[in-house]
T-cell receptor, first 116, second 113 residues
């Protein structure tokens, strides 16, 4: 079974600094997708960034970028120029690309605090 | 586009009662997924439905839980004879197809007293 591990329960960063959240996963599939979701106190799950495993280029969305290391099964999220609104729980998630159901497997989450 | 609508936002039930959670997917989305989030944990997959069909219910508890997505109307997650351990946030997500990402609703927080 696929598993997703986030080894940092909590992280904090100074406003305007850069922070990296770690995620590792375990799978025997070759075709899959990886995601980072943000969950602020409102509880809404917000997609931050998505990476297809077949793409070697790391995904980037404005201040958010990933470091995807397929051989190491590592998928870290880098947040540049941190803002107070970035404070939230961040979840790494995996989805097998060739399954009939695109169910997501989530990690335990990392709580990110932004210090002003 | 109103997004994925879940109601109620909060639901309180006494032990032994039934809980019905509703999810209206985004317009044009025919795939619905239900997830459960226990306190301080990530979301856990429960069930995947398309209109009138359950595609994958591998994450559903064998007893007391059921889900449907009728031809007309919202998807319903039903929990019969609720127990304290059912207290959690239940999230619905919808998608237009397997190769597209999800859009999540804001969740229903179920509290069993």
């Amino acid at each position: 079974a696929q598993t997703v591990t986030q080894s940092q329960p909590e992280m904090s960063v100074q406003e305007a600094e850069t922070v990296t959240l770690s995620c590792t996963y375990d799978t025997s599939e070759s075709d899959y997708y990886l995601f980072w979701y943000k969950q602020p106190p409102s509880r809404q799950m917000i997609l931050v960034i998505r990476q297809e495993a077949y793409k070697q280029q790391n995904a980037t969305e404005n201040r958010f970028s990933v470091n995807f290391q397929k051989a190491a099964k590592s998928f870290s999220l880098k947040i540049s120029d941190s803002q107070l609104g970035d404070a939230a729980m961040y979840f790494c998630a995996y989805s097998a690309g060739n399954q009939g159901a695109q169910k997501l497997v989530f990690g335990q989450g990392t709580r990110l605090t932004i210090n002003p | 586009n109103a997004g994925v609508m879940q109601n109620p936002r909060h639901l309180v039930r006494r032990r032994g009662q039934e809980a019905r959670l509703r999810c209206s997917p985004m317009k044009g989305h025919s795939h619905v997924y239900w997830y459960r989030q226990l306190p301080e944990e990530g979301l856990k997959f429960m069930v995947y439905l398309q209109k009138e069909n359950i595609i994958d219910e591998s994450g559903m508890p064998k007893e007391r839980f059921s889900a449907e997505f009728p031809k007309e109307g919202p998807s319903i997650l039903r929990i019969q004879q609720v127990v304290r351990g059912d207290s959690a946030a239940y999230f619905c997500a919808s998608s237009p197809g397997l190769l597209y990402g999800y859009t999540f609703g804001s969740g229903t927080r179920l509290t069993v007293v």
